[in-house]
Nanobody, 122 residues
Framework: QAHLVESGGGLVQAGDSLRLSCEAS????????MGWFRQGPGQKRQFVAA????????HHSDSVKGRFTISRDNAKNTGYLQMDSLKPEDTAVYYC???????????????WGQGTQVTVSS
């Protein structure tokens, strides 16, 4: 079992930065992989980044590689998504996800947060 709560979204201008946080609770949460996904208006949910339980393995989608960085602090049971050089096309609801196994598909994650809106104006 895992409960996830995202925060840190907001309205920013192109080129700005934001850091999303995902506060997690659950007995085994520190052993879970975590991921970030996003869903823009009229779009399907898409993979953004994933990190394994220790933080030693990460993947970022091609669309955010070099601009976004996923990380986690197991002492705080919190995952992060640092987003730099934001573009209008990054506008979406961002979701945090977690599960025992590591993956880059939404099907790999069984626990989801409620989402946080990120809006990037041009």
């Amino acid at each position: 079992q895992a409960h996830l709560v995202e925060s840190g979204g907001g309205l920013v201008q192109a080129g700005d930065s934001l850091r999303l946080s995902c506060e997690a609770s659950g007995r085994w949460i520190r052993t879970y992989a975590m991921g970030w996904f996003r869903q823009g208006p009229g779009q399907k949910r898409q993979f953004v980044a994933a990190i394994n339980w220790s933080g030693g393995v990460t993947h970022h989608s091609d669309s955010v590689k070099g601009r976004f960085t996923i990380s986690r602090d197991n002492a705080k049971n919190t995952g992060y998504l640092q987003m730099d050089s934001l573009k209008p096309e990054d506008t979406a609801v961002y979701y945090c996800a977690a599960d025992r196994t590591y993956g880059t598909s939404s099907r790999d994650f069984g626990y989801w947060g409620q989402g946080t809106q990120v809006t990037v104006s041009s």
